[in-house]
């Protein structure tokens, strides 16, 4: 089983950066894709980032290519997702979820495991 729990949340104004971590309580989180994922009420989670279990490979939204940085430290059984240049638009419960097949999927239903979420509020 493995434990996923973010922080790094919080209020930002418009413009402004945060960075999410993700740590995991698992021994073999180098072998597990990541991801981080975003969900207002009422709409469905939307996908973030993600990167390879090695980070040789990372993807994007549209949405946040060029302002967000996905990243890890195996060593230290983390994921980063670094958020410069904020919307009020990314406003969401940001999560992190991992993926045991290791590779950096988009799809939400490929990932086995989810942190409980952190809240991000960018103001206007």
């Known amino acids: 089983q493995v434990q996923l729990v973010e922080s790094g949340g919080g209020l930002v104004q418009a413009g402004g950066s945060l960075r999410l971590s993700c740590g995991s309580s698992g021994r073999i989180f180098s072998s597990y894709g990541m991801g981080w994922f975003r969900q207002v009420p009422g709409k469905e989670r939307e996908f973030v980032a993600a990167?390879?279990?090695?980070?040789?490979?990372?993807n994007y939204a549209d949405s946040v290519k060029g302002r967000f940085t996905i990243s890890r430290d195996n060593a230290k059984n983390t994921v980063y997702l670094q958020m410069n240049s904020l919307k009020p638009e990314d406003t969401a419960v940001y999560y992190c979820?991992?993926?045991?097949?290791?590779?950096?999927?988009?799809?939400?239903?490929?990932?086995?495991?989810w942190g409980q979420g952190t809240q991000v509020t960018v103001s206007s």
């Open positions: 979820a991992a993926d045991r097949e290791g590779a950096a999927t988009t799809t939400q239903y490929e990932y086995d495991y």
């Open positions: 990167i390879s279990r090695i980070g040789g490979r990372t």
